[in-house]
Nanobody, 123 residues
C-alpha cells in the first residue's frame, strides 16, 4: 500500500510551536482529501484536522481549534500542520493520511497512511 511520510515532530515546551509536514511515497496528493490524526499513550487514535483535495474546506477537532492550522501545497505535493500554543495533552504520535477528496476526520475515509511522528510537549 502506498504511504505518506511525516516529519517535523519533536520535543517542545508548553506554549511552543511545531510544524509537521507530510509527503507522499509513490503518488500525487492533489486528488485526495488529507487528514492529520494522533494517538496518545493509552488512548484511541483521534482525528485532528482535515483538508479537502482543493484546499477549500478544512475541519478541526474541537480540542485544537484556534491553535492548529492545516494547509496543503498541491504544486509541491506536500501537506502541513502548524501547531501553536502546544499543551501537554497534545503529546501523541501524529499521523497523516490521504483518502476521499471531500472526506472528514473519520479514519474510514482514508486509504494511505504515514508511519507517524512523535510530538512531545513537556517542561
Amino acid at each position: 500500500q502506498l504511504q505518506l511520510v511525516e516529519s517535523g515532530g519533536g520535543l517542545v515546551q508548553p506554549g511552543g510551536s511545531l510544524r509537521l509536514s507530510c509527503e507522499p511515497s509513490g503518488f500525487t496528493l492533489d486528488y485526495y482529501g488529507l487528514g492529520w490524526f494522533r494517538q496518545a499513550p493509552g488512548k484511541e487514535r483521534e482525528g485532528v484536522a482535515f483538508i479537502s483535495s482543493s484546499g477549500d474546506k478544512v475541519e478541526y477537532a474541537d480540542s485544537v481549534k484556534g491553535r492548529f492550522t492545516i494547509s496543503r501545497d498541491n504544486a509541491e505535493n506536500v501537506m502541513y500542520l502548524q501547531m501553536d500554543s502546544l499543551q501537554p495533552e497534545d503529546t501523541a504520535v501524529y499521523y497523516c493520511a490521504a483518502g476521499s477528496p471531500a472526506g472528514a476526520l473519520s479514519e474510514n475515509y482514508y486509504s494511505y497512511w504515514g508511519q507517524g511522528t512523535q510530538v512531545t510537549v513537556s517542561t
